[in-house]
């Protein structure tokens, strides 16, 4: 009977760890955080990006917008999975691109009497990170710099990385905060049909989901949005 109770009031085979150790876990996961969040705050740390691309602004009505977009150049790679992932997927070798895996369009002179090579060129970041259906799957992109274009862009060393140039568009947007959830996606992807349709305006192509700042930014802080191509 002894053996019994105390095996009753002992940690049973394959039980989890104990509250002690959950209870560690959530602090360390809270000051990390914190810590996060007071960089990003004072700046130690950036939102994501140093420029954002260029729009103008032609009507506002709380969180929608119209805007005019000039043509830009992305970097831009397809990919298969769910709207979650697909970003996550695409995320890594588009950042592998503009931090250093590329070929200069640059001509390199010779270090040495017999050997010439081309250093790969680092791009500064650009907001958003754009996300759209393509043919039942993903094209993840990255704005390039305004100060690049399609013949001064270094070329990718990944194959599957595509540099496009993408005309002028005239865009209807929502702007949102939280999660980068596909409920929080549908929600306001709904929201701005909504405000479309009720404005008469006519849908020409794909929603895109545009995130403007880095994963580690906390989910109360983050710039989010959906823009829907229209004409007017």
């Known amino acids: 009977m002894n053996g019994i109770q105390k095996r009753r009031a ?7 760890p104990s509250g002690k150790t959950l209870t560690i876990r959530a602090i360390n996961l809270l000051r990390r955080f914190i810590t996060v969040t007071l960089l990003v705050c004072i700046g130690a740390i950036p939102a994501m990006a ?3 691309a260029p729009y103008t602004v032609i009507r506002s009505e709380g969180n929608f917008e119209l805007r005019d ?10 990919v298969d999975g769910e709207l979650e992932g ?3 997927k695409a995320f890594r070798p588009l950042f592998r691109y503009i931090s250093g895996e590329n070929k200069s369009r640059d ?11 081309q250093k790969g060129e680092k791009i500064s970041m650009t907001a958003p990170v754009s996300q759209e259906r393509v043919q039942g799957k993903w094209a993840v992109s990255f704005t390039m710099p305004s100060s690049y274009t399609m013949k001064t862009l270094p ?6 990385i595509k540099l496009r140039q993408v005309p002028a568009r005239r865009m209807a947007a929502v702007r949102y905060s939280g999660s980068w959830s596909e409920k929080k996606y549908l929600q306001h ?3 701005l049909e909504k405000w479309i349709k009720a404005n008469r305006l006519s849908v020409t192509g794909e929603p895109v989901w545009a995130r403007y700042n880095a994963p580690f930014t906390p989910w109360f802080m983050r710039r989010n949005e959906i823009l829907i191509p ?3």
């Open 107 to 117: 001509k390199i002179a010779m270090t040495a009497p017999v050997s010439q090579e």
């Open 50 to 52: 140093t420029e954002e």
């Open 69 to 78: 977009y000039p043509p830009l150049v992305v970097a831009e790679t397809i």
């Open 86 to 88: 697909a970003g996550n």
């Open 155 to 160: 070329t990718p060393d990944d194959p599957n």
């Open 189 to 191: 992807k709904e929201k």
């Open 10 to 16: 002992g940690k049973m085979p394959g039980q989890g």
């Open 230 to 232: 229209i004409i007017w």
